[in-house]
């Protein structure tokens, strides 16, 4: 079993659509969760940065982690063609070097149709 | 204000090669890690250094090294190049243990 769990879609929505991605996971100690938005053949890029149970709200996007039930989610509203990427979730772990490294799902692919 | 930096953004190598791909970190993060992004998958974590010191290592074979400059550039350098090592090697700058900022990647390619 994969420490974190994200089902790759293909999704696809119509413009203005809200869509809602998720990851599970099974590593009670992730401390800090995070979602990331990657364009073909390009670095990812941090959308939303989150480390404690509820919702977090940055203009179109709103991250949603339930660490009892082990699940984050990350809701996008008012879907724009521009949207259409791969979105990745990552959860960090703490080293015993001291250090922190991220797990990544698979990565969820979206298309925003007009 | 300049992002993560990294260099050269695609290379074609050899079986056997050696490689050497480097990172300009955010200006003040004093952090960086090495991923492999292989097509289809998330990110694999590879190493992590802070204060040019070693941090973290992933499941990966003594062929992959790397190392932190003193003015927080990093160089991670892969001997023996196999074909499997084709991939998106991805460097990010943090301050530790905060959120990661990623640069665009080298593209790989082992023939």
């Known amino acids: 079993q994969k420490e974190v769990e994200q089902d790759p879609g293909p999704l696809s929505v119509p413009e203005g659509a809200i869509v809602s991605l998720n990851c599970t996971y099974s590593?009670?100690?992730?401390?800090?969760f995070m979602w990331y938005r990657q364009y073909s053949r390009k670095g990812p890029e941090l959308l939303m940065y989150?480390?404690?149970?509820g919702n977090k709200e940055d203009g179109r996007f709103t991250a949603q982690v339930d660490k009892s039930s082990k699940y984050i989610s990350l809701f996008i509203r008012d879907s724009q063609p521009s949207d259409s990427a791969t979105y990745l979730c990552?959860?960090?772990?703490?080293?015993?070097?001291?250090?922190?490294?991220?797990?990544f799902g698979t990565g969820t692919q979206l298309k925003v149709e007009l | 204000d300049a992002g993560v930096t990294q260099s050269p953004t695609h290379l074609i190598k050899t079986r056997g090669q050696h490689v050497t791909l480097r990172c300009s970190p955010i200006?003040?993060?004093?952090?960086v890690s090495w991923y492999q992004q292989v097509l289809g998958q998330g990110p694999q974590f590879i190493f992590q250094?802070?204060?040019?010191?070693?941090?973290g290592r992933g499941n990966f074979p003594d062929r992959f090294s790397a190392r932190q400059f003193p003015n927080y550039s990093s160089e991670l350098n892969v001997n023996a190049l196999l074909l499997g090592d084709s991939a998106l090697y991805l460097c990010?700058?943090?301050?530790?243990?905060?959120?990661?900022?990623f640069g665009q990647g080298t593209r790989l390619t082992v023939v």
């Open positions: 990010a700058s943090s301050s530790i243990r905060t959120e990661a900022f």
């Open positions: 590593n009670s100690a992730f401390q800090y």
């Open positions: 989150t480390y404690s149970s």
């Open positions: 990552a959860m960090s772990l703490i080293l015993t070097g001291g250090g922190n490294k991220l797990t």
């Open positions: 200006s003040g993060h004093k952090s």
């Open positions: 250094y802070y204060e040019k010191e070693e941090r």
